[in-house]
């Protein structure tokens, strides 16, 4: 009867450490996928493309907006500040572009020119993966800057 009791109480035992330990193993795993409960695998890939082709839509549309800003009467650039992913250009019409992927020396060399004349953006285009971006001074000095992003933001 010993014997009966000291095996029931060993696979209790075991139970409970084998439920522990399982419990653990998932806690460390961190939590569940919660969309994989929700979407399939199909979804998802349906949904990515949607969202490509609507990223790819609006920076279109951003970069259309930026070019038609420039084309019209552009304010001269007053506030040149240094960001994290590039610069920005603070325009007398209260307006602002922002240049991302530009190096720390084109901001020193545009920094200098805006300083000795009025710079106003002249022209932008797309050029494989970058942008370049035209300046042009009342002097008619002009200033080319390259960056990977141009956004205008009002």
Excluded: N
Excluded at 19 to 31: D, E, L, N, Q, S
Excluded at 42 to 47: A, F, H, P, T
Excluded at 65 to 94: E, F
Excluded at 139 to 150: H, K, L, T
């Amino acid at each position: 009867m010993a014997v009966v009791l000291c095996i029931a109480l060993a696979f209790i035992a075991l139970g409970a450490g084998h439920r522990f330990v399982t419990r653990r193993r998932r806690a460390r795993r961190g939590p569940k996928d919660v969309l994989r409960q929700v979407f399939r695998r199909r979804e998802y890939r349906e949904l990515d493309r949607q969202l490509e082709r609507i990223a790819v839509h609006e920076l279109r549309r951003l970069e259309v907006t930026a070019r038609r800003y420039i084309a019209g009467d552009v304010g001269y650039v007053v506030v040149i500040s240094g960001s994290r992913h590039g610069i920005s250009l603070g325009l007398s019409d209260g307006h602002r572009l922002e240049l991302g992927g530009v190096s720390r020396s084109t901001l020193s060399l545009l920094a200098q020119g805006a300083a000795e004349e009025r710079l106003r953006p002249a022209h932008v285009t797309r050029e494989g993966f970058s942008y370049r971006l035209l300046l042009r001074g009342e002097a008619g000095a002009e200033m080319e800057v390259f960056a990977r992003r141009v956004t205008l933001a009002l």
